[in-house]
């Protein structure tokens, strides 16, 4: 006999309404949800923008991107590689062959691709400024740091080569002032210890050019700005390049934070296109095993994909770009649309496994999953919505889109999925036949179910799961925020190598930038703000570490080198003649000479107006956090030292990069909490009980409390990709949650009571999560291979995530609910297997042939 569903109280007409009237109209539906994938995809394909900078999660109008706008307006923008050559620096062999070197890569000239052919370049292009990756610097610094330094040479790609061989060089010679490159006249062998004498006394170029020990030089290569994907062009072509010269006693490395982009870019793309096929393969190859039939694999991917394309599409109309920040989407939507499809696709398995005809087994799973379904996006949406309270643009935008992507998912489970479903006329999607008794997975959950059912166990399970709860948070306050960009590459690899081997070599690897701004009606030739400039630099040169006594600032440049260079070439080339002239006029006069024997070179320090200037300093390579201690020293400096002669503004990506990591981490610290409440008001309202609203929120926060507790024991950071696997996290618990307590409410009856609900919650519900569990373990279980551990960290933390949400659920859960309702029925009753309305209890098990299979 066929078994019609009963019209229990987890019924709902208004679903059973609707999935009637998708059925009806399945063609035009499906050919109207296809016509809008591809105007989506269209859009996405067309018009999606995409920027990996650091400097694109944050506002236009904040300090910190209007001060690298001003840079950029005033000093303009490349990109740069630095080519660090290890050798014996003074010897004629060495000098000769750098000279060759230098020459071939200032005849560079290729024909780039990878921009315009990407979706990204072909709409309104990103801010070179934040065309950036990874630890959140960009190049513009490093090219501060080269401006005022060497001639041009000028290429197609190359703009500028700068190296000890050009370098600036201040000198009075025949009654004149005379600004040339170093080796404007080639030394000869005996000229080279005089040279080497004169390099050394130098300050300037010490830490610049070359080191102290005269083992290492650089040669600051600085090219058009251009996208990350081009860079990686750029940077083979550099490399092939300098095999050329590569010996033994000329050993190249190309480093710069233009390599470690484009090294970056390619790392995580590579991860993320191989490994993102092999897990949608593996989630394909999971489905497959567990519905064992096409139409039981293509509905759920199908839902997930047309999600994220929408969403995708949805940014691209409404001209939001994606970022660092909303990268984590896909993921986060495969996880909230294949545990809504899954769950749907469950419970109508369950039906045609108990012989249901096909539609009305469609109808029956609309009708009992629908409302939890629906219930789910709700919660997931407002808890997105709550980004719209932070104060940076991308993550307002992630909380937009994923509220867009969470409704797409839902329209597509309910309304796409029947109707795919549709079309299966035979396939019970490998449902076990009744008669064949309880599967492992039943007694697994029967095993659950029996750990909190009587008072013992379920005190020992809310002990146990209090105690995991109070370590997880005592480990989380272990956790370091930090966005060091090398850390993401793998051991040896060869960009990470020279970074690190030009921090030891030349006292630094990157570059904290200064703005300076004279005050209105003043100019930067007023000599008592060259002063204060010059005890500003000296103050931010004598920064220690704390328990450090090795500089941390090794160098300086600014528009007072070329004062002090010329007023040490005035007065015989002594070193104690570096300095600031006496008095007003002899400062005016420095400029005077200096500008009229090399223009260009100062016009690269300081604007023409002599208004703007920028100071640069070189700093010892950290992660963005690590350099808060600098930043507010120099803070305290530029108090101390300018205070209203100048407007002095840190800016350039060491400085951005800090302020964004800070400003993330408290905008989802703020927006989790937000999102918290306005989730357990909106449980409350959906679960229509106070006291089971409240109770949501423990298997709602428990989850998320153990993973952060999992990287603060194991030592995973918090970055700009952990620091969203919280959200992550967050949808994954509500969503299985939010299915189980619904089902449990649902059936939590006077005639059925407490157990039973808690039982029938597990026969309808609990088969479903572990599906869709397993799907998402293994699928995000293959990031663990990743190369780059950005990519490996996230998915490892999403895999680990979906473990304790499932845990928490079946385990801690039902412990919970008996420790706060009371049984309705005798404890004789409670204890005799429950059925459905409708069924026969005589020799049904609590985990039978009530449970869809998987």
Partial sequence: MIRQPNPASSHSPFFERCARFVLRFRFPMLILTFVLTAFFGHATATRLRIDTGVAATISDDSDAVRTLDEIRDRFGDDSLFLVLVKGDVYSLPYLERLRSLQDELGRLDMELTGGADNAHATADPPRPLGAVGGDGADSFEELDDAEGWGDESRGSIVQRITSLLNVRQTLWRDGGLVVEGLFDQWPTIGDLSELKKRVRQDRTLLGQVVNAEGTHSILLVSLESMHDKQLGFVYDELVKITDKYQSDDFDIQVAGHSAMRAFFMRGTMRDLGVLGRASALMMLLMLVALFRHPWGVVGPLLVVVQGVVWTFGFMAVTDTQMTLVSNILPAFLFCVG???????????????????????????????????????????????????????????ELGVA?????????????????????????????????????????????????????????????????????????????????????????????????????????????????????????????????????????????????????????????????IRETHRALHGGAES????????????????????????????????????????????????????????????????????????????????????????????????????????????????????????????????????????????????????????????????????????????????????????????????????????????????????????????????????????????????????FRSGISASDSASPVTEPGEASAGAAPFGGGLNEA
């Fill in 338 to 396: 294949l545990g809504d499809s899954v769950h749907v696709q469950s419970s109508y398995r369950d039906a045609r496994r108990d012989g249901v005809p096909n539609h009305e087994a469609i109808v029956h799973a609309i009708a009992t999953t629908g409302k939890p379904v629906m219930f789910t996006t709700l919660t997931t949406a407002l808890g997105l919505l709550s980004f719209s309270f932070a104060s940076l643009d991308a993550v307002v």
């Fill in 402 to 562: 994923g509220a867009f992507g969470v409704f797409a998912t839902m329209v597509h489970s309910l309304v796409f999925l029947p109707v795919v479903l549709s079309f299966n006329q035979k396939s019970l999607l490998g449902a076990r036949p009744k008669a064949r008794g309880r599967d492992l997975l039943d007694k697994g959950l029967a095993v659950c179910d029996s750990l909190s059912n009587t008072l013992v166990r379920r005190n020992i399970t809310l002990v146990v799961g209090g105690l995991i709860g109070l370590a997880s948070i005592w480990c989380a306050k272990d956790i370091r925020p930090t966005q060091d960009g090398i850390k993401n590459f793998p051991p040896g690899t060869a960009v990470v190598k020279a970074i690190l081997d030009q921090d030891r070599s030349m006292g630094g690897a990157r570059v904290l930038t200064l703005l300076i701004d004279a005050p209105e009606g003043k100019t930067l030739k007023d000599r008592n703000l060259l002063l204060a400039l010059e005890k500003l630099e000296q103050h931010v040169l004598d920064f220690k570490e704390e328990g450090s006594s090795e500089p941390f600032v090794t160098n300086a440049t600014s528009v007072l080198d070329p």
């Fill in 577 to 820: 003649d570096y300095r600031i002239p006496d008095d007003s006029r002899g400062v005016h006069d420095l400029f005077t000479l200096f500008e009229s024997s090399s223009p260009s070179q100062l016009k690269r320090l300081m604007t023409v107006d002599a208004r703007s200037s920028l100071m640069t300093f070189r700093v010892r390579w950290r992660g963005a956090m690590g350099y808060q201690p600098l930043l507010d020293h120099v803070a305290a400096g530029i108090e101390q030292h300018v205070g209203g002669l100048a407007r002095v503004r840190p800016g350039g990506g060491m400085y951005t990069g800090s302020v964004i990591l800070h400003a993330l981490l408290w905008d989802l610290l703020r927006s989790l909490a937000i999102a918290i409440v306005c989730i357990t008001l909106l449980m409350v309202l959906l679960l229509g009980e106070l006291r089971l609203g409240l109770l949501a929120m423990v298997p709602n926060l428990l989850p998320v409390v153990m993973t952060l507790g999992l990287m603060g024991a194991v030592g995973i950071p918090l970055n700009m990709g952990t620091l969203l696997v919280a959200s992550v996290a967050l949808g994954i618990a509500v969503d299985d949650t939010i299915h189980f307590l619904h089902q449990f409410r649902a059936h939590n009856t006077k005639e059925l009571g407490r157990d039973a609900a808690i039982r029938l919650a597990f026969q309808h519900s609990g088969r479903a999560m572990v599906t869709t569990s397993i799907i998402l373990i293994f699928g995000f279980g293959v990031f663990q291979t990743a190369s780059m551990s950005n990519v490996g960290d996230f998915g490892t933390l999403v895999a680990v995530t979906v473990i304790f949400a499932l845990l928490v659920d079946l385990i801690y859960t039902p412990a919970v609910l008996r420790a706060f």
